[in-house]
């Protein structure tokens, strides 16, 4: 993954309960464990196009990481980063968007024909976080 900046860039909707868990919770452990984390509230440059920083991110990560949530789907802004990976993924032969479950709902086709982590109690999260950190060290070509 040395072609990348970032290991993995989270995906996630600006709204709590998940934006605390994702800043608190997910993204600091990802760092402990070594990972580069592009996040947008550390790594959007001030005063830059929103839509052209989700564009840098997608492709400066080796993974987009989406944190699935009946308010991530119905969001246009994270709709669009998934769609950004997905499309570099197909361009490039690349597995580059990866999906965790944080609360149930019900993905988009596009979304729900990969297999996802769960993490929607905090047993499943423990039971899968080292799952995703190894997944997340793995080159992102099929």
């Not at 959007?44 to 080796?62: P, T």
């Not at 361009?91 to 297999?115: D, T, Y």
Request: charged share 25%; with cysteine; net charge negative.
């Amino acid at each position: 993954m040395n072609e990348y900046k970032f290991d993995v860039f989270v995906s996630y909707r600006q709204r709590n309960p998940e934006m605390t868990w994702v800043r608190q919770v997910l993204v600091p452990y990802l760092e402990k464990a070594g990972l580069r984390v592009f996040i947008d509230h550390k790594s959007f440059r001030l005063g830059a196009s929103l839509i052209k920083e989700m564009e840098r991110a997608v492709e400066q990560s080796a993974y987009t990481l989406a944190v699935l949530t009946p308010a991530y789907l119905e969001s246009n802004f994270t709709e669009l980063e998934n769609l950004l990976s997905q499309h570099l993924g197909l361009e490039k032969s690349q597995r580059r968007l990866l999906m965790i479950m944080r609360e149930i709902c019900n993905p988009r086709l596009s979304m729900s024909a990969n297999i996802w982590l769960d993490m929607t109690t905090d047993a499943a999260y423990e039971a899968n976080i080292d799952r995703l950190i190894e997944a997340l060290r793995q080159p992102n070509d099929d």
